[in-house]
Every structure is written in structure tokens, then in C-alpha cells.
């Protein structure tokens, strides 16, 4: 189960961030009641799926980074967005006045 492999990370990896940042690490905590969405074609719903990664929050829930493969690929799909148009519809000529 990948929840097992993520426990398992948890204390290295705050040991690795006090380490690196001289400071004690923040409290991490697995939910286990909230999970990522399955990957695509194993629900119904199509449009909400995960293709695989992690998501960690505040323990408030105010800040959320997502770090999950269709993250990063909205990421790249939006830094890429005015080469993606420029290929498929052309240089956009912009008006002089």
C-alpha cells in the first residue's frame, strides 16, 4: 500500500530537514482519511483522478502544495500555453493604433 511506503519516509525525511536546517523538524502527520483521488479510468467520475504523487498541507489546511504528477503536468501545460496556441493557431498579431 502506498500509505505504508509514505510512513515510512516520514521520520527520515524530518530528520534530513533538521539536519539540513539546523532547527527542529515541524510534526508531520499521515491522513488516513483523506486520500488522493484514484488514477484515471478506475471511477466513474473522469474528472477528478490522480496520476500518482503526494499532497501536503498545513495542519490548518491553508496551504496546500500538491505535489503530484497531474500537478507538475498543469504546471508545464501553463508555462507552455503561449508555444502550445503559437503552434496550433499561429503568431497572434496584436493591434497598433
Not at 500509505?3 to 515541524?26: C, L, N
Not at 496551504?63 to 508555444?83: G, H, K, S
Amino acid at each position: 500500500m502506498d500509505g505504508d511506503i509514505v510512513k515510512g519516509i516520514i521520520e527520515p525525511a524530518r530528520k534530513k530537514y533538521a539536519q539540513r536546517f539546523g532547527t527542529e523538524a515541524p510534526s508531520v502527520k499521515f491522513d488516513a482519511d483523506n486520500f488522493l483521488p484514484p488514477p484515471p479510468g478506475e471511477q466513474s467520475d473522469e474528472l477528478e483522478s490522480c496520476s500518482g504523487g503526494i499532497s501536503v498541507s498545513s495542519a490548518n489546511g491553508n496551504i496546500v502544495c500538491p505535489n503530484t504528477f497531474d500537478a507538475r503536468l498543469q504546471i508545464a501545460y501553463q508555462a507552455n500555453l503561449p508555444e502550445i496556441r503559437a503552434a496550433l493557431f499561429g503568431e497572434h498579431q496584436r493591434a497598433t493604433g
